[in-house]
Antibody, heavy 119, light 109 residues
Framework: EVQLVESGGGLVQPGGSLRLSCAAS????????MNWVRQAPGKGLEWVSY????????YYADSVKGRFTISRDNAKNSLYLQMNSLRAEDTAVYYC????????????WGQGTLVTVSS | SYVLTQPPSVSVAPGQTARITCGGN??????VHWYQQKPGQAPVLVVY???DRPSGIPERFSGSNSGNTATLTISRVEAGDEADYYC????????????FGTGTKVTVL
């Protein structure tokens, strides 16, 4: 069974940093591209970042470019999101999502971790 | 950037058909995917590549895509279908490579 479990969320002050993790199991993690998608309270889904299976290709949404860094450790079956210079508008539930191979959709999602940026 | 527009809400009686539209410039040339999200839960893929269903998704869920509009159709609506629905495409020219629609709340009367 495919499982994605996020952790690392919490309350952080504006300008602060936080590192999210996503532990994957039930599939060959090193074969799949992964993504972070966020959802602000009461709002819609917003794609944040993409990393290819080998980490050779990385994309960011303009809203986080230069502040967030996506990475992965295939030996540990883990995905990460380092978030720096956090702003109030970064407050959201952050989901990790697996991209189905050879496609443009996300076939499995974690349950999400809440990040709150507030003083 | 590429924009996908959905109606904020759709209301439907049990047993009837709900249609949720997703408008975008020449969206018919793209592959459209649909997600269902119930309160407090993660999104679940219900239709991919315009009209295909993942295993475990009822045949009541179907999709189409042409011109500037993609449509998710839920036939014989059940109370358990009440949720938010999002369309999604990939657009390499956008500042968000993976673009989500604005979302539609489906209410079962």
């Amino acid at each position: 069974e495919v499982q994605l479990v996020e952790s690392g969320g919490g309350l952080v002050q504006p300008g602060g940093s936080l590192r999210l993790s996503c532990a994957a199991s039930g599939f060959t993690f090193s074969s799949y591209s992964m993504n972070w998608v966020r959802q602000a309270p009461g709002k819609g889904l917003e794609w944040v970042s993409y990393i290819s299976s080998s980490s050779s290709t990385i994309y960011y949404a303009d809203s986080v470019k230069g502040r967030f860094t996506i990475s992965r450790d295939n030996a540990k079956n883990s995905l990460y999101l380092q978030m720096n210079s956090l702003r109030a508008e970064d407050t959201a539930v952050y989901y990790c999502a697996r991209k189905c191979i050879g496609t443009t959709y996300f076939d499995y999602w974690g349950q999400g971790t809440l990040v709150t940026v507030s003083s | 950037s590429y924009v996908l527009t959905q109606p904020p809400s759709v209301s439907v009686a049990p047993g009837q058909t709900a249609r949720i539209t997703c408008g975008g410039n020449n969206i018919g040339s793209k592959s459209v995917h649909w997600y269902q999200q119930k309160p407090g839960q993660a999104p679940v893929l219900v239709v991919y590549d315009d009209s295909d269903r993942p295993s475990g998704i009822p045949e009541r869920f179907s999709g189409s895509n042409s011109g500037n509009t993609a449509t998710l159709t839920i036939s014989r609506v059940e109370a358990g279908d009440e949720a938010d629905y999002y369309c999604q495409v990939w657009d390499s020219s956008s500042d968000h490579f993976y673009v989500f629609g604005t979302g539609t709340k489906v209410t079962v009367l």
